[in-house]
Every structure is written in structure tokens, then in C-alpha cells.
């Protein structure tokens, strides 16, 4: 069965490439998986010199990184508040940090290449819509603002005047944060990738890695190749080939929708419902929005399948918007599609080398908050591969060995 159609993969490049039409017998590196993990550890490997094949089993950014949200708000994956209950301040700052230098680097290649992703920094607004919400959206704002890191309280005055709805009791809204066109951000990063002399090889799936005398045999449906490392850029699908992480890396299904241009009524991103529903307006007046897997019994966790779309979180999806906002009654939705997240067991992504497999290593587990994440998480791989330290990375909080048995 085919993946159901993302928006962001419409007249998408890189589906079929192949760098040479043979796969290589032999790599310094195999990265399998070409999200934006996957490109971003291709790229910052050519960058230090490194041999490079990557393989994907679909076209590039076919995975999640073609089919989420769009948004890219660095900070904690949850409400700051709940991540310093989680880790504890130091671990809950440090991530936080990591997330806006990886938003800074993306910033900075963006730039750099002159990469047309849409990619703007105009902020983002978390939204309480419920009673029970606005004391965590405040909490938030209290913890953010005792640690200096820029957050501003709307009360709900505030939230009408922005969002144009009256159903918004407060909300905190984040300066820092962006949107973005995220399989264009993959596609270029991958142009560099390839421009630096990586071997890339869509439509190639690796259905095991063995260990071999010589190394590490990566077996593909299109034959093997012998590689002295492996980076698994999987996500929500590395349990497959890497079992003991069944139940530290769940796949969770999200769902989006676009609709038609609408009035224009925001520049910045939005979220609600404890960020499960999150949306913006892209620049052609758009709206995306994601989120309503809270109506399913089991909130879509456990399940890969991103070929259907689930007809309760559709109709959520398809309802929520005219809801909420008088200004998009009768919009039409003009497509819609699932995408699957790998949520890790403690939220924080597993960035680093596997423990007891010498030469394998891991970047997945982003947990539905990959775009400030990845593309130094790429980078940190990259760094280790060479042998240098990380330039940006957090050890305590990231590394895979934390969830040896
Ligand atoms: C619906 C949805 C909404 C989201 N919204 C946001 C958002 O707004 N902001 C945000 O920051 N994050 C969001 N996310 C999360 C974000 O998309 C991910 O964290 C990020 O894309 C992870 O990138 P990745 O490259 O690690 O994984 P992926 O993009 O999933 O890439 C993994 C790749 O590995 C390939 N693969 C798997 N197994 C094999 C194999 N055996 N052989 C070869 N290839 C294989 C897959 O085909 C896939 O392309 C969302 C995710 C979803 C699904």
C-alpha cells in the first residue's frame, strides 16, 4: 500500500535518485534512513570528510520529516514547566539550549544556501482552551521567565486580539520559535550532502545489519554493502532493525490536514489541547493543522501504518478549525494525510553510538519534535564518527546507553 499524500511531498524531487544506479558493495558509512536525521548526518560527514552511503527505503523525506506539521520551535518537546519536573532544571536547560543552537545552525544553512523552505521565525503561541490548562500554561510562563528564556503570558484579552478567536483563556507565546517547508529543508540539505560526494540510494530498503569479520554487512532488498560503521536514522521504525528497542522508541501516528487559502489571520504558529492540536498559515494563506489523536482509544500510539488516515482524528481535524475561528467557516480541506513519530520512553531523543554493537549508532526518538532537533543531532553523529567531541550535544539526556539493560 502506498503512504497517503502529504501536502509538503507534492512534485517532491529525490523520490527515485539514485547517486550511482548500482548500490555501493563497500562505505565507510551506511546511514539508513533519509529524513532529515538521516541527510543532516550524511551532510555533516561529507563535512568532515567522512565516506558516505545513504540508503532509504522510500524517496527522501517520505518518513515523518515529509509529513508533520511544519513547525520548528526549539525548547523542551513539552511545556518547560514539565521538563523541569521531568529531568530537573540542568538537563531541562540544557536541552533547551541544544534545541535553539540546532534552530540557529538550520537558520544559519538556510542562509547560507539560499534555501527556499519557508523557513521564518515569527513565533509560536501555546493556547490554553480548557479550564484545566491555563494554570500549566502559567506555571510555564512563571518557570521560563525565573530562567531568563523569553517567554510571553497572553491573557485572554490578548489571545482574541492575536489569534482571532474568542475561545482562548491565556497562552504563552515563544519569539524564538518558526515554520517551515520541511521536506524542502531535507531536499536541500541532501543537495549539499550530495555536492560533498555522498552516495544517496532512495527506494532501498535494509532488512537487516549483521555483524561481520570485516565489519558490518548491511543487507538491502537491492543486495549489500560492507561498512565499517552504521548510523540508524530510522525513528519511529528503528525497532525493526534494532529489536531491543521495542518499547524505548514507540511509533505514535499524527495527522494533518491543509486547507484552502484562507483569510489571512496569523503569522505565527499556534497550539491547543496540551499541544496535541498545533497549526499555522503558510504564506500561500494555507491553514495545516495537526493533532486530534487524542479522540482515538489509543491515541495512535503503537501503530506505523501512515497509508490511512483515521476517520474519527478527520473528522476532529476537519471540525476544529471552523470551531474555533469564525473567520474559516465552510473552509475547504483540500488534502490530508498521517505521518508516524517515534516517541522515546523518556522524550529525549538517542543520539549516540548503540551500547554492546561497537560501530552501529542511533539518531531517532524525537517524539514529535524533530525540526529543532535533528539537524545537529546529524552533526553530533558525524563528530564521533571523525572521533572529535560534539560540538553541541547533551550527554546525560541524550545518550542511547542510558537505556542499556
Ligand atoms: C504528523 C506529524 C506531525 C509532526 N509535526 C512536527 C512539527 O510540527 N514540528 C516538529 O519539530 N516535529 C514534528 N513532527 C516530528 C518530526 O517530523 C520528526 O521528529 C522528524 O521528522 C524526525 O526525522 P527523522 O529523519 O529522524 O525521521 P523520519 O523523517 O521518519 O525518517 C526516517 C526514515 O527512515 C526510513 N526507513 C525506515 N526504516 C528503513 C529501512 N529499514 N530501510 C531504509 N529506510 C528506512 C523511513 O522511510 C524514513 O524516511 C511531526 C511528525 C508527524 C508524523
Redesign the pocket.
Known sequence: MEPTKSFWLNNAPYQDYRSTPDLPQTAEVVV?????????TAYWLRKNGVEVTL????G??????????????PGTGERFSESVKRYGIAIARAVWDYSHQTAEGVRAFVAEHGVACELRFNGSVSLALHPEELPLVQESAEEMAKYNLGGEYWDAATCAERTRSEDFLGGIYRPTAGQLW?AKL?FAVAEQAIRLGANVQTQ????AVERTDGGLTVK?DRGEIQAQQVVH??????R??LPFLEGKITP?????IVTEPAPRLWNFGLSTNFGYE?FMQRPDRRIVL?GMRWLTPSIEVGTDD?TVVEPTVSKGLHEFLPLHFHDLRGLRVEQE??????FSADRNPLIGPLPDRPGEYV??G?????????FY?GKAIAEMIAGKEPEFFVPEAFLPARFAD
Do not use: C, K
Request: proline share 3%; charged share 10%; aromatic share 6%.
Open positions: 539508513i534512513g533519509g529524513g532529515i536525521t538521516g541527510v543532516s540508503v532509504e527505503r522510500r527522501l523525506s517520505g518518513g515523518a520529516t515529509g509529513r508533520n506539521g511544519g513547525h520548528i520551535s520541511p531535507v532501498t530498503a535494509v532488512q538491502t536514522a530510522t525513528n519511529a521504525w528503528t525493526h532493525l505514535v501516528r499524527g495527522q494533518v498545533y495537526g501512515d494525510w498521517t505521518g508516524i513519530m517515534g539518531a531517532a524525537f517524539t514529535g519534535h524533530g525540526m529543532p532537533m535533528t543531532a
